[in-house]
């Protein structure tokens, strides 16, 4: 049970705020701890398909969702030399029912931070733990600052190099993707469609879309054999972009010409966790299972397990029970997104007779049958966990 229990949450994130508002909706008394003196987001732009947006509005947070980005209409998949259109998914007409929003990740966390603080959490910044200790009788912290805390119920959404899994799972080293991706934000022009267009060529692909507010989102990746540091903020020279993909349409050139600051990062697969839960404390996000981007679930999945996590804690008599439920629920779904996410890069960089292949059973399914190829993501976008 929940009421007036004491939970502290490890990670201002996406995942982080939003377990800390649905927490605290339920009974608890929550403290976010953030390591950043200030809760911001580096990158840029984000995705929010309908099974985060259900998760957001039975939060209480679909009104301020709504006002963040603009809702999407479709995703098309363009050749990225030619620039002809491969296949549409018209998911304003095919799923009308369902809402894809495009917002730039600052004001997902802005929306988030501030709900979490309406619903009565302690958002503490500027604390570092150095490590988590779950050898006594429940999650002592180590704080880089001194004077050790103590949780009573300690949920960890501090993503990548989460010191909690660490505790629960030891160290896995990651391994090189061979990819890289860059990420910039360039102008955009109100009346430009509201539509995910996805670059395809051989051994690489752009993403674009608009994110409202006069901003375009660029995401584009790349094959590769030298390593790069698997960091957010490492900023490049946005020439190194431009020649890389100096091949493609005018359309991503003109795109591309426009960029004045970009980060770079390479691409790594982490396992998903074998352990999520451990002695008063559990684990969500990108700290039990990381994921490429290439599905746009990453926020997506953090927000799912934060309403799952705290359904379960609120519904059952121990926390051992709950984080049993919790992890028996998410992990078979995670696992696969995570699989299909790894798999859809390679779709996109196909090359030759494979490529034109492909490309042709594309738009042969997107004239004649739309239905089937959204259909396709039905399992991801028509999930519910909300619905119990």
């Not at 490049?236 to 020649?243: A, E, G, H, K, S």
């Not at 770079?264 to 994921?291: C, K």
């Amino acid at each position: 049970m929940l009421i007036e229990r004491k939970v502290t949450v490890l990670g201002a994130g996406i995942g982080g705020l939003a377990a800390a508002r649905a927490l605290a909706l339920r009974g608890a008394q929550v403290e976010v701890i953030e390591q950043a003196d200030a809760i911001r987001e580096v990158g840029a732009g984000l995705q929010v398909s309908p099974n985060g947006a259900r998760v957001l509005r039975a939060l209480g947070l679909g009104e301020a969702l709504e006002q963040a980005g603009p809702r999407a209409e479709a995703v098309q998949l363009v050749d990225g030399e030619t620039g002809q259109q491969v296949a549409r998914l018209d998911m304003a007409r095919l799923r009308p029912d369902q809402d894809y929003h495009f917002v730039h990740r600052a004001r997902l966390i802005d929306l988030l931070a501030q709900g979490a603080r309406d619903a009565g959490v302690e958002v503490t910044l500027g604390r570092r733990v150095e490590r988590v200790d779950l050898s006594g009788t429940g999650a002592r912290l180590e704080m880089a600052e001194g004077a050790d805390l103590q949780a009573d119920l300690l949920i960890g959404a501090d993503g990548l190099h989460s010191k909690l899994r660490e505790a629960l799972n030891g160290r896995v080293a990651p391994f090189f993707t061979h990819q890289v991706a860059w990420r910039a934000l360039v102008p955009c022009a109100p009346d430009e469609p509201l539509c995910a267009q996805v670059f395809m060529g051989a051994g690489k692909h752009l993403v674009s879309y608009p994110l409202g507010r006069g901003l375009r989102n660029i995401v584009a990746v790349e094959e590769r054999h030298s390593w790069v540091e698997e960091s957010w903020s490492l900023e490049d020279d946005p020439m190194n972009l431009r020649v890389a993909f100096e091949e493609f349409c005018p359309q991503v050139r003109g795109w591309l010409e426009q960029i004045e600051q970009v980060n770079l990062w390479g691409l790594f697969r982490h396992p998903v966790a074998d352990h999520w839960h451990g002695v008063n404390s559990a684990i969500l996000g990108d700290a039990a299972h990381p994921t490429l981007p290439f599905l746009a679930q990453g926020a997506v999945m953090a927000l799912e397990d934060a309403w799952v996590l705290s359904e379960a804690l609120a519904r059952h008599d121990s926390d051992e029970s709950a984080f049993a439920a919790y992890q028996e629920a998410r992990r078979t779904r995670c696992d696969k997104i995570v699989t299909a996410s790894s798999r859809n890069a390679r779709n996109y960089h196909l090359k030759g007779a494979q490529r034109a292949a492909a490309h042709l059973a594309l738009r042969t399914a997107s004239r004649f049958a739309p239905e089937r190829l959204v259909g396709r993501f039905d399992w991801i976008y028509g999930h519910d966990v909300t619905a119990g």
